[in-house]
């Protein structure tokens, strides 16, 4: 494990040989510590959600596997795990929570009648952890929704539901935004998609851009406060053949509405580049959220490593000097391992990736590029690969009082042994 003295001289050398292309090691911490990047909870519980009652409620698309032991039974044992986790983080952290996180205690509020003070114990959370709320309607786990569709339902009375409970979602996202003065990002995705092929593709979308419409109808929410973003997939659980929100539908959608376009990095196709769709949304869209997550094969949400596609991802960001422009945020789930370790890991590399793209030498590349001198850009390109960002990260971390390299395993293998061993 490295000590204090051996991450500063490590890091001398290091920010020497950055210099040496004209990389200012300090800057890119100083920024990278600053971007928020708001951790999702439903990693801290399995994506079950603390609705009264649980029972008979249907995944509607999404299934976290694994049955590590230690999983967040109550909104306190998860805001315990929370609180943990940033104990354990560098940087700017905010929290993304999804509608079915609501505490209503022994009374039943179904989703379209749900208000801000079924959040109440989130938001004191979150002005203690001094962190700003994302918040996100829930279109799954419900009787509703059991058949695969929500706001693009045939059943004008089950369309209805879920209108009304997304624009319920926008008012609770208006009361974060405005008590912590920070604006809170509604995101929306819904399910709703067919396992085989359709024979009609138009009237769903045509019923899902009506249902959205009436949602941001509303006009009495401030948007200020509540920042709506949309989010499309490629495929589902139970929509493998057709997804009504497709990310054309999304990106048509959001520009068309004066809304932000979310981008799930495991929404794709397996070969696509998401790097590559950057710099296209960014000449047409103000602003784009995004989602780091990890597709395996087809499956769209493991937890987040520093492979080629979230480093290229932000490294994009970084040569269009875009930070301003994009909203970070996680979207993963595994109960197979620590799920403690598995924010951690996951957050982790997003910051990783952050920092790396930041200590890109990109002004020396574009130089290259512009003089018409391709190998020399190529061969940059490939001696940054090399650099000792490692080092940087570790200072990064000193710098934010957390533990650097792998110190923290110690930490989350206490907290482990004295807090979720309990569980049952």
């Not at 603390?50 to 590590?68: A, F, H, V």
């Not at 769903?204 to 509540?226: E, G, M």
């Not at 995004?290 to 493991?302: F, G, Q």
Request: charged share 25%.
């Amino acid at each position: 494990m490295p000590s204090s003295k051996n991450i500063s001289a490590a890091y001398k050398l290091a920010r020497d040989n950055y210099a040496d292309f004209g990389v200012d090691t300090d800057k890119a911490i100083r920024k990278a510590l600053s971007i928020p990047i708001s951790l999702h909870s439903w990693q801290a519980d399995d994506v079950r959600g603390l609705e009264t009652p649980r029972e008979g409620l249907d995944g509607g698309g999404i299934m976290s596997t694994g049955g590590y032991p230690g999983r967040a039974r109550n909104g306190d044992e998860m805001r315990s795990d929370l609180s943990k986790v940033l104990d354990l983080l560098p940087g700017k952290q905010r929290l993304n929570l999804h509608a079915f996180y609501a505490e209503t205690g022994k009374k039943v509020v179904d989703r379209d009648a749900l208000e801000p003070r079924h959040f109440n114990r989130w938001l004191d959370w979150a002005k203690t952890e001094k962190v700003g709320l994302d918040f996100n309607p829930t279109y799954f786990a419900h009787p509703l929704a059991n058949d695969g569709y929500t706001l693009a339902h045939r059943d004008k009375k089950i369309r209805q539901f879920w209108i009304d409970h997304a624009q319920a979602s926008r008012r609770i996202s208006a009361h974060f935004g405005k008590q912590l003065k920070s604006p809170c990002i509604n995101n929306h995705w819904v399910p709703d998609g067919a396992k085989d092929v359709p024979a009609d593709r138009f009237a769903p979308r045509q019923r899902l851009r009506d249902s959205y419409d009436a949602i941001f109808a509303d006009t009495k929410v401030n948007r200020t406060h509540c920042v709506d973003a949309v989010e499309g997939k490629l495929f589902g659980l139970g929509s493998e053949e057709y997804v009504v929100g497709s990310q054309e539908f999304y990106s048509n959608y959001a520009l068309s509405r004066n809304l932000m376009l979310c981008l799930d990095l495991g929404h794709f196709h397996p070969t696509e580049s998401v790097a590559d769709k950057v710099s296209t949304h960014l000449q047409f869209h103000e602003n784009l959220l995004v989602h780091t997550s990890r597709p395996v094969r087809w499956d769209s949400d493991h937890v987040v490593t520093l492979d080629d596609a979230v480093r290229n991802f932000f490294l994009e960001i970084a040569r269009g000097n875009a930070w301003n422009r994009i909203n970070i945020a996680l979207d993963f789930f595994d109960a197979s391992i620590n799920r403690i370790g598995a924010y951690v890991i996951g957050t982790r590399a997003t910051r990783q990736a952050i920092l790396a793209g930041l200590l890109d030498p990109s002004a020396q590349l574009k130089a290259a590029e512009k003089a018409g001198r391709g190998h020399e850009r190529l061969a940059l390109m490939e001696h940054a690969r090399a650099l000792p960002w490692g080092a940087v990260w570790d200072e990064l971390c000193q710098r934010a009082d957390v533990p650097a390299g792998a110190d923290w395993l110690a930490e989350v293998a206490t907290y482990e042994k004295d807090v979720l061993s309990g569980r049952d």
